[in-house]
Nanobody, 118 residues
Framework: VKLVESGGGLVQAGESLRLSCVASGSVVSINKWAWWRQAPGKERDLIASITNGADQNYADSVNGRFTISTDNAKNAVYLQMNNLKPEDTAVYYC?????????????WGQGTQVTVSA
C-alpha cells in the first residue's frame, strides 16, 4: 500500500487549499485516516482524523477552519483548509491504517508543503 499526497502550495492569508491523499495497492479496508503537520523546528502534530468513516476529531488550532473527508470508493482522504493563517505553514502528512491482502498496514504519505504568506 502506498500513499500519494497532492494539493499543497503557496497562498496568502485568508485563502483556501484542499489537500488530497490517495492509497493505492491491495487495500481491503481502511479504518482510520489522519492529517498531521510539521512546521520547521517543531514536532509533527496531529491536526485532524476520521475513524471508521464517521468519528472526526480536530486540533483546537484548526477546528472550524479545516475539514477532513473521505471517499471510500477512491481510498482517498481530503483536507479542506479555509481561512489559512501564516502559522499554518508546515509540511502536511497524511496517515492511514487499515487492512490489505497482506495483512494490517499503517502508512504515511510523502508530505506536501503548505506555505501561507501574511
Amino acid at each position: 500500500v502506498k500513499l500519494v499526497e497532492s494539493g499543497g502550495g503557496l497562498v496568502q492569508a485568508g485563502e483556501s487549499l484542499r489537500l488530497s491523499c490517495v492509497a493505492s495497492g491491495s487495500v481491503v479496508s481502511i479504518n482510520k485516516w489522519a492529517w498531521w503537520r510539521q512546521a520547521p523546528g517543531k514536532e509533527r502534530d496531529l491536526i485532524a482524523s476520521i475513524t471508521n468513516g464517521a468519528d472526526q476529531n480536530y486540533a483546537d488550532s484548526v477546528n472550524g477552519r479545516f475539514t477532513i473527508s473521505t471517499d471510500n470508493a477512491k481510498n482517498a482522504v481530503y483536507l479542506q483548509m479555509n481561512n489559512l493563517k501564516p502559522e499554518d505553514t508546515a509540511v502536511y502528512y497524511c496517515f492511514t491504517r487499515g487492512y490489505s491482502d497482506s495483512g494490517n498496514f499503517a502508512k504515511w504519505g510523502q508530505g506536501t508543503q503548505v506555505t501561507v504568506s501574511a
